[in-house]
């Protein structure tokens, strides 16, 4: 009797470290999938308010989009068409401004990154008509943009099969 219940605890116990293991297996193979990502901005940048209520458009800041393989970050000069008057009393157009004064950009975090092992281009994708929201979601909604696209291969690769783009392991890997 004693042999078989000693049996059946570790069995159990065996069954549990299984189970854990399954479980931190899903969480790892989660996080690569890609959760959504949103790191913390040195200028807390709102597109809320940019592309949501004012209606800029996308390439207005990212102007390279449609031309080249990277979309491109506004420089300050662009904030400063407007913020020279508009809401200068603002806490983060205030550090917007400090960062004018001393001629220091801001280091925007990046929120988007693929391997260096892979070849991706912007231009190809929008001239192709393809919408910024269908790889980075709906960014005018979003008071903080964040990663909701997993990036894998599998993800771009089911879009290229779907859409009839080369899925030769070439197209992505130079
Ligand atoms: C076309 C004009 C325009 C441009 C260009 C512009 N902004 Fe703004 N920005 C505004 C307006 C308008 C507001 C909102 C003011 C309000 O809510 O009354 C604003 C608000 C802000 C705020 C404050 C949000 C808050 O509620 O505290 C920040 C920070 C900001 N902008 C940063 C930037 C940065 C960084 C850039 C450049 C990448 C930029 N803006 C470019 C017009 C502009
Ligand atoms: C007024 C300028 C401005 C406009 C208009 C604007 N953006 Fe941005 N965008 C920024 C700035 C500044 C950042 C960096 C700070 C941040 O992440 O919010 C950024 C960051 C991003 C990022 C994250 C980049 C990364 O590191 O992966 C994406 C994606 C993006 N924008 C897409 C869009 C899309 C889509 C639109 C149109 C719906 C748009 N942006 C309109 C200025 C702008
Ligand atoms: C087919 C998917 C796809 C589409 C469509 C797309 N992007 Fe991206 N975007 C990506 C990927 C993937 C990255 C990361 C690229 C890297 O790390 O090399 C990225 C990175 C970015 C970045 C940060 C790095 C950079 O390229 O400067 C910005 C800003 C951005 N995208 C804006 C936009 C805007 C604005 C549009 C629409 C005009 C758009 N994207 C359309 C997939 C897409
Ligand atoms: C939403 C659909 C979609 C997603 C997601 C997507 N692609 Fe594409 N991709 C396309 C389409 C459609 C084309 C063909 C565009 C054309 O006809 O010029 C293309 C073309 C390309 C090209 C140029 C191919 C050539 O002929 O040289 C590259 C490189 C590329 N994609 C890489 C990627 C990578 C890397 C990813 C993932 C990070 C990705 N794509 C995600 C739809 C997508
Ligand atoms: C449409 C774009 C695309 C095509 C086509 C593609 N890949 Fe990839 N591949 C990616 C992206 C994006 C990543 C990085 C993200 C990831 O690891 O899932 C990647 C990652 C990889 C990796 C590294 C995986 C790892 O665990 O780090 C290998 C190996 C690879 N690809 C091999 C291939 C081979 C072989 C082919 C042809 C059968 C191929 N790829 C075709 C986009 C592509």
């Known amino acids: 009797?004693?042999?078989?219940?000693?049996?059946?605890?570790?069995?159990?116990?065996?069954a549990g470290y299984f189970i854990l293991a399954l479980l931190l297996l899903a969480?790892?193979?989660?996080?690569?999938?890609?959760?959504?990502?949103?790191?913390?901005?040195p200028v807390a940048f709102p597109h809320t308010v940019h592309a949501g209520r004012l209606k800029l458009a996308c390439t207005f800041c990212h102007v390279f989009a449609e031309r080249?393989?990277?979309?491109?970050?506004?420089?300050?000069a662009t904030?400063?068409?407007?913020?020279?008057?508009?809401?200068?009393?603002?806490?983060?157009?205030?550090?917007?401004?400090?960062?004018?004064?001393?001629?220091e950009p801001v280091v925007w975090q990046r929120v988007h990154t693929l391997p260096g092992h892979v070849y991706f281009t912007h231009k190809r994708?929008?001239?192709?008509?393809?919408?910024?929201?269908?790889?980075?979601?709906?960014?005018?909604?979003?008071?903080?943009v964040k990663r909701v696209r997993p990036l894998t291969m599998g993800w771009c690769v089911t879009c290229h099969r779907l859409r009839g783009a080369p899925t030769d392991c070439a197209t992505c890997h130079k």
């Not at 400063?80 to 205030?94: D, G, K, N």
């Not at 192709?128 to 903080?144: K, L, P, S, T, Y």
């Open 1 to 14: 009797m004693r042999v078989t219940a000693g049996k059946t605890l570790a069995g159990l116990a065996l």
């Open 27 to 41: 969480v790892l193979a989660r996080h690569r999938g890609g959760e959504p990502v949103a790191p913390a901005q």
């Open 68 to 76: 080249f393989p990277r979309a491109g970050m506004p420089p300050l």
């Open 79 to 103: 904030c400063m068409t407007c913020h020279r008057s508009i809401a200068v009393e603002r806490p983060e157009v205030r550090k917007l401004l400090a960062h004018v004064e001393r001629q």
């Open 125 to 144: 994708h929008v001239r192709a008509g393809i919408d910024c929201a269908a790889c980075h979601g709906g960014v005018a909604q979003m008071e903080r």
